[in-house]
């Protein structure tokens, strides 16, 4: 058995590459990326090659950060797999201290736009390589790879959209907060897109963990209200939450709060007017009927054969196939669903609203 890999020397200040990065967090954030991966794999990574690799890349958003270009000066070794992941992991690093230190730092949407640009740049024959790959025997693996590099900009994108439509970096007026909540329910959408693809990868029951824990509904009931309360204000939608009045139950809260938010989502995107209901009515001994009931179009008898399939068939289009987003986010729940022990059923009449529900046997908290 062998023991956890020798530390490796920090280079000294001089040979140390990051250290021409003028910018202190994008210096200081580089640094800790490298510390981090390096303490992971260990001798199976090339400090040296890391850390000057990692140096271009906050070189590449520094020049766009600071001159306020739109063009980054491209590193050869950066537009690789590796200059990818670490732009990413920067950025994912950069805002969660942003969230902290605000004012200390130069504005969240300045560093959006460089992450945005610089991303941009490392992969800049990406149409070329996605149409090739597309057609070839591995193409949902490339989906799949294509998901996981679109989750960190769109989380990136999340938080500038609510953190601008919070007012937290100046007033703004109506306009432009809808057209706020027009980019948070863009984003949203693709963010969540993005998840259900990984975990169908996965299997799709990931998210269930392997013992019981204790949750309250309703703080669940009023998570995802929060989250998508931007997208219902846009379309001056109304989200109702009816929680039960025995609350705190036992079960699998994360793969409950997936289900509920793709479910309020979906209905929220396909309500023109009215109210998007998330409810939990108590059955017999310990069930609960989730339910997520809104007043939109309905769907029609066609599209329910094919509801739950992230591929549908279509004729218009050369492949023969539409990916559809809202299929994929419905087979995920159907999964999650059952593998908590239940079904997934669909009440719905065109033109008469949608109601998705399904009815879970979960202990009392308080009875344990």
Known sequence: MTGPAAPVAQPSQSDDPLSGIAVPLLRETAAVVCAAFRNEFGDAVDSAEMRGVAADVARMVEVVLTDESDAA????????????FIVDRIAERVFGTLVSEPDRHPPALAWGLAF???????????????????????????????????????????????????GHSGAINDIQRRQLGLIYSAALGLSAVTSDIIELARGGDRLLGTDASPFSVSEIFESVRDIVQPIAEEKGLEVRIVPPTSDHRMGFPLALSRVL?????????????????????????????????????GISAE???????????????????????????????????EGMGASMEVETAPGGGTRFWFALNLARATDL
């Open 261 to 297: 938010l793709n479910l309020t989502t979906n209905a929220l995107k396909f309500t023109d007017e009215g109210y998007v209901e998330l409810s939990a009515t108590p059955g017999m001994l310990n069930a609960l009927e989730f339910s997520v009931r809104d007043t939109g179009h």
């Open 73 to 84: 000066p491209q590193h050869p070794a950066t537009a690789s797999a590796l200059g990818r």
């Open 116 to 166: 945005a640009i610089v991303r941009r740049a490392l992969q800049p024959n990406w149409a070329e390589f996605f149409n090739s790959r597309l057609s070839g025997p591995g193409c949902h693996d490339l989906v799949v790879e294509v998901a996981h590099d679109l989750r960190s900009p769109l989380t990136s994108v999340l938080f500038l959209a609510e953190t601008l439509h919070r």
């Open 303 to 337: 599209a329910l054969e094919t509801l739950y399939q992230p591929f549908r068939r279509v004729a218009s289009r050369e492949s023969g196939y539409c990916f559809s987003g809202t299929g994929l986010g419905l087979a995920i729940c159907r999964r999650l669903v």
